[in-house]
């Protein structure tokens, strides 16, 4: 065994084990005297990375140290992110992710993940050879063009499908040698990015039209044709787009999109969750949208299709929909309606956000706008007036872009609202009740409908799964969960939730005809895909 062999087992982050090689591994491997005498059980790894964590004075600078330490040692790291999820579930994704996306070129390190640009078309399947695992099983793709609420960052946004990724395999079990981040670098139309001398993205306005298409058709038959029973997840594509390559793809490769899809099934599972507080049948629920974009109208789209379930008419859910922008209520009158928006346009004028909340009298608000603040004190007030508990959703993150604080909410309502958010916030006292906001993460989702696609070798993502998944969430959330306000399950049992969602979806297909895998199977095949980081 040669010095580069020996070093490698240190240098390769699945392999190194730091401080916790034993004395006859040191022997076996030839790399004693390369380490400090003692040797540290994973345990205590945890405890020193956890105490150093803490001394880090900001969120992205715990955000690098996590990310460095996730290069230099993979297990380690996934063993400290299921030791404390609650509290760095944060600092691994939203917020701090949106703040590492925007510095991204600035304090880039090392190569993470995969860059798909215009000058590879034609051997994008040839230059995927060059990612070293080839047993890839869920890819994570964006453009760059919608990143979280703060619009278009480029290549600087790969720090979404890696963030999400590494969701995917602390909250669902997936093996990260099996996870592959993609950019499609297309260009970016960020002025500030393109005068960056430090920007590490194509330097030109982004390609559209055909052009564009091309190539994300190029990269979809590349890596199914590569990798044949991987799951593509879309991230953070600007809306038009977003729907357009859901439609284009959606029953053509197993693939979803998170924006659209895994935000609509977390969100509907906090607003089936609504229903036990405010005691209103879902079917007599009315439900008001501040916001346009795919976020929103996937809501509204599922929440459709849920609500007919459940025994309305399609026209008869329509109608206990509408969705303002920034131009006002969405009417049969506005020229401007993405086609996404039509079905939910009413034939009344057009009127501002406070006045349709006062005529529509919604019981339930939802905010997806990217813009901080927009719930004001009049609107909640409007709502307070309307409902004995009204239902706020504020799920723009980061936190910046929240519509409304949890302490705003819980305050200008008198500690009425049911509340949740994108972004975490802290638990709020108003006149000495407790309230737990809860997060509308898309992570109580995705990693456990991904974790069912492929250990379910489920042939697409449709609503029905998409329904099954949020009903499955909604399940878990207890009475005393309830009491505090909080519409999710506690965060730190996210691992156990992912799994029983990847069980209720695999059943769903199955008695679908989706998966033709045997239903007395799903626990082991489940079992069988679930990374364990301990030494």
Known sequence: ??????????????????????????????????????????DLQVKRVLQNLDKKPSSIEKYLYLSALQSRNERLFYRVINEDIETLLPIIYTPTVGEACKSFSHVYTEAKGFYITKDLQGRIGEVLDNWPSKNIKVIVVTDGERILGLGDLGANGMGIPIGKLVLYSACGGIDPSACLPIMIDVGTNNEELLNDPLYLGVPQPRISGTAYFELLDELMEAVTKKYPEVLVQ?????????????????????????????????????????????????????FLFLGGGS?????????????VLNGLSIDQALERISICDIQGLMTTERTDLQPHNLPYAKPSPAKTFLETVQALKPTVLIGATGAGGAFTQEII???????????????SNPTSKAECTAE???????????????????????????????????????????????????KHVNDELLITAAKCLANLVENHDLDLGALYPPIQEIRSVSLTIAKAVMLNAVQQGLSSIDPSSIDQRIQDELYDPRY
């Open 408 to 458: 705003q909410a819980y305050t200008w309502s008198k500690g009425k609202a049911v509340f949740v958010s994108g972004s975490p916030f802290n638990n709020v006292v108003y006149e000495g009740k407790t309230f737990d906001p809860g997060q509308g993460n898309n992570a109580y989702i995705f990693p456990g409908l991904g974790l069912g696609m492929v250990a379910g070798n489920i």
């Open 234 to 286: 879309f991230e953070d594509f600007l809306t038009p787009n977003a729907f357009a390559l859901l439609h284009r793809y959606q029953f053509k490769y197993r693939c979803f999109n998170d924006d659209i899809q895994g935000t609509a099934a977390v969100a509907l599972a906090g607003i089936i969750c609504s229903t036990r507080i405010t005691e209103i049948p879902l079917t007599e629920n009315r």
């Open 295 to 307: 976020a929103a109208t996937g809501i509204a789209d599922l929440l459709v299709n849920n609500l």
């Open 381 to 395: 007030e409007a709502m307070s007036a309307i409902n004995l508990r009204p239902v706020i959703f504020a799920l």
């Open 1 to 42: 065994m040669t010095m580069q062999d020996n070093l490698e087992w240190i240098r390769n982050n699945k392999t190194n084990k730091s401080t916790a090689f034993t004395a006859e591994e040191k022997k076996q491997l030839g790399i004693e005297g390369l380490f400090p005498f003692k040797t540290s059980s994973q």
